[in-house]
């Protein structure tokens, strides 16, 4: 599969949804409209915020990434990144003079900053993609992520071999200098085996997570991730219940796949996140903001957006582009569940580094993308 060049998206990824035997749960009457009570208290919890400061932060952010999207709409190309900062505003970068004028006019922080990092990370991943197609892997093994640091305007070639991110810095041709290696403990990898209610299991014994649900026409999807469905074959539900076959796989390049679901009497789309109140929108959360995972093997897990568009390495020839790095910690056996940041649908679980005792980062492959694949429309609450 050829590289993507790297694409600024302004308002991406759906309403994530899990199969489940039992119905939807209506939310209460005096839900907050920041989020669920659950997510409320999973970013309380993992995020250092009392009850009050969630509920403020997804509401600040919802409307960062409401501004966000319409700078972008109104500017375009001229937009170069954005992010939010430390006090939760709004920082867009662009070259054009006239342009930050507008962004300071909107609200927002205007960085001006001549250098597009994107540049520098098409570079690598044209090389990475390059390299694939030889004899030869097509990064070193060491070599387990890059990814845009909007912050800085560089992008960060993470490595646990400074030697070869250095090597592997220097495939950016002229555009080296704006790439940076940072050594890491462990590289990603991704994440399989799963347990609990919301597993998910192929008929040759894998088992991976229901991430969302879709449809075409009268036939429903499970999406899910595109390392889980390349198994193929018939996939069955938490209680051995089967589902219904593979029919699309997106991996590597991508990591997304889907499972038509043949067994209707038993199998319901549904609008719930792991038993949470409906999600009710899928605006792009701005890099910065808070973004929580669910998966069957630890639950609720919460972060932050770090970068859009990173490539990462899974070894074995195995490169995914255009996943979105978060600091949210997973395990195996969360692959393929859901990422949602209030109640904005997000992305699915791809992998990652770390884990839940110590901390790690985790990255998702962004849902709007494999819905334009597969003509595909969320199920909503």
């Known amino acids: ?41 999973a970013v309380q919890r993992d995020l250092g915020l009392t009850a009050a400061g969630a509920e403020q932060r997804l509401l600040a952010e919802a409307a960062a990434a409401a501004q966000e999207q319409a700078l972008t709409a109104e500017l375009g190309d001229r937009i170069t990144g954005s992010w939010l900062d430390g006090s939760g505003r709004l920082v867009v970068r662009t070259a054009d003079a006239a342009a930050a004028e507008r962004v300071t006019a909107a609200g927002a922080v205007a960085a001006v900053q001549g250098r597009d990092p994107d540049e520098a990370m098409n570079r690598l991943n044209g090389a990475a993609n390059a390299r694939g197609r030889s004899a030869q892997p097509a990064v070193p093994a060491s070599v387990g992520a890059w990814y845009v640091d909007e912050a800085s305007g560089q992008v960060v070639v993470e490595a646990t071999n400074a030697a070869d991110g250095e090597r592997f810095r220097q495939s950016a041709g002229d555009q080296a200098d704006a790439v940076r290696v940072r050594r890491v403990a462990e590289n990603p990898r991704p994440y399989f085996t799963l347990r609990g209610g919301d597993a998910i299991y192929a008929a040759n014994g894998g088992r991976c997570s229901v991430g969302f649900s879709a449809r075409s026409g009268s036939t429903t999807y499970v999406v899910t991730a595109g390392h889980c469905t390349e198994i193929g074959g018939t996939w069955s539900g938490y209680n051995r219940v089967a589902i219904g076959p593979v029919a699309g796989t997106s991996f590597p390049g991508d990591d997304y796949g889907v ?56 070894g074995g020839g195995d490169i995914v582009y255009g996943l979105t790095r978060t600091s949210a910690c997973a395990e195996p056996g969360d692959s393929g569940g859901s990422f949602v940041a209030g109640r904005q649908a997000q992305g699915m679980t791809s992998g990652g580094s770390g884990n839940c005792s110590v901390g790690g980062t985790t990255y998702f492959q962004p849902l709007n993308e494999v819905l334009s694949a597969y003509g595909l429309t969320l199920v909503t609450g």
């Open 1 to 41: 599969m050829s590289y993507r060049p790297v694409v600024r998206a302004c308002a991406a990824a759906a309403l994530t949804l899990l199969m489940g035997a039992a119905a939807a749960v209506p939310a209460a009457a005096a839900e907050s409209p920041a989020a669920s009570p659950e997510v409320l208290a």
């Open 259 to 314: 499972i038509r679901v043949t067994n209707t009497s038993s199998w319901t789309a549904s609008s719930q996140v792991a038993g949470t109140s409906s999600v009710l929108g899928s605006t792009v959360a701005a890099i910065g903001a808070s973004t929580c995972r669910s998966g069957s093997t630890t639950g609720y897990r919460c972060g932050t957006v770090q970068s859009r568009n990173a490539t990462v390495n899974y």
